[in-house]
Structures are given as structure tokens and as C-alpha cells.
């Protein structure tokens, strides 16, 4: 959740189904509901349930005023993008400011207790370029070639097919 | 680049640092351009919520009720007291 991860676009694409390229900076916070989302519980009941959709800001200035915003909250999800190494290493630090707000923990065990469920979003995916991997499994797929020659057609029609 | 690996090692440094231990966070690789992997982040998330919110409840202190085998019987006190004033210690 560094700024321009695309968390307002997450947000508006899974509940408006729209996309817009554009960047404006989320001040404070932001929110939208979808409703009669069916969600399989642990036992195996289906719930129909509301989801409301928090859109914090990402941007340090902005801060502040969306940490108010995590209390209360039932799940979060962590956002970092695919083209940026460093929002990655940032998720730290969000996930303990949102323990902080939230406490997680059992009473008296602290945040190491806590089962609090965080998913993690690498968005972006669109961005991303197949070549670095071809180039890097070239060696790879020439010695799996001359040796699995079976296998190697199998792998050939995935691929290809 | 961020590696997919990558990644899934904070996920589960992230999850071992806590009572969750080897589980770790899950992980979804998403797109808001191209609408991948979105519909299930948020699915996911919500089925977690549900799940949290139901290990909430159970975790809850329960208010004990010792289980009662015997009437408390509230008169005795008082006749201990009627047979001690019978005694005339004053």
C-alpha cells in the first residue's frame, strides 16, 4: 500500500467492474459496497453478505487521516505492485500501523497472537513482460529438450498450443 | 520486477511471526486493467473475514456456571444463628 499501487482501481474495478487510467491521490479514505456476495463459510454454509470496501490513501501526507479508517475492519488487503520492488518491502510497515489501529491479538498476548486475516494483492500483473522469463529459462528448456525428449513435446503443445 | 517467489516469502515471514506459524498470507497476483484475479482477492478476503469473525466469537471468555449438584440451602445460616442466640452466650 505505497501510493499509485492501484488500490482505488482494485476497489473500483471489483465493485463497478470499471477501469480508468487515471491517477488521483486518495485523500483520507474512500469507500464502496458491493452487495449479495455469496461467501462459503468454514463449515461449508453459504452466506449472502455485504462487502464494504475501504479505499485508504497511499500517500504519506495523506496518512494520517486514513488510519482512523482501519478499526472496525474484518479483513484487509495489503496492496503492493508488480513493477516495484520497493512497495513490497513497504508492506511491512502497513501491516504493523494497521495492527496498531486494529489490535489483532488475543487480550493480554499481543499482536503475535493474531489470526487476522490479511490477503496480499500484487497488482499490476498486466504490466509484466513475458521476455525475462523466456530468456532465463532458455538453458533450462534445452537441456530438458535433450534429455525428457517425451516430455518435451508435452511441454511444447502447453506452451504453444 | 517483483518475483513471484519473493513474494510468497514475505507472505509467510509475515505469517510466521505470529500464531498463524506456517500458514501463509495469501497471495494473489491481480491486474484492475485487465479485471485478473480480482474477483477472487475480494472473495477470499471476505471468506476470511467470515472465518475470523467466527473464531472471534469462540475465543471469547465464557462466564462459568459451576455446575450445581446441591440446593444452596439459605435457611441453614439461619438456624445456626437461632441455635447460637438459643445458647445464650450473652
Known sequence: ?161 | MVPREAAEEWCRTAASATIMGSMPLPHFETSAKTAESVEEAFQEAARRALLYEDYKKRMQPQLFIPPTHEPINLRRQTSSMSTLQGNGCC
Open chain 1, 1 to 161: 500500500m505505497v501510493d499509485r499501487v492501484g488500490k482505488t482501481s482494485l476497489m473500483n474495478r471489483y465493485s463497478t467492474g470499471k477501469f480508468t487510467g487515471q491517477y488521483k491521490a486518495t485523500i483520507g479514505a474512500d469507500f464502496l459496497s458491493k452487495d449479495n456476495i455469496i461467501v462459503t463459510d468454514g463449515y461449508g454454509q453459504r452466506h449472502l453478505v455485504t462487502l464494504q470496501i475501504w479505499d485508504t490513501a497511499g500517500q504519506e501526507r495523506f496518512q494520517s487521516l486514513g488510519v482512523g479508517f482501519y478499526r472496525g475492519a474484518d479483513a484487509c488487503l495489503l496492496v503492493y505492485d508488480i513493477t516495484d520492488p520497493h512497495s513490497l518491502d513497504n508492506l511491512d510497515h502497513w501491516r504493523k500501523e494497521f495492527l496498531d489501529q486494529v489490535g489483532g491479538g488475543l487480550l493480554g498476548l499481543g499482536d503475535s497472537s493474531t489470526v487476522f486475516p490479511f490477503v496480499v494483492l500484487g497488482n499490476k500483473m498486466d504490466k509484466v513482460c513475458v521476455f525475462p522469463f523466456v530468456i532465463s529459462s532458455k538453458w533450462f528448456a534445452l537441456t530438458f529438450l535433450f534429455h525428457h525428449a517425451e516430455w518435451s513435446l508435452m511441454f511444447f503443445c502447453l506452451f504453444f498450443c
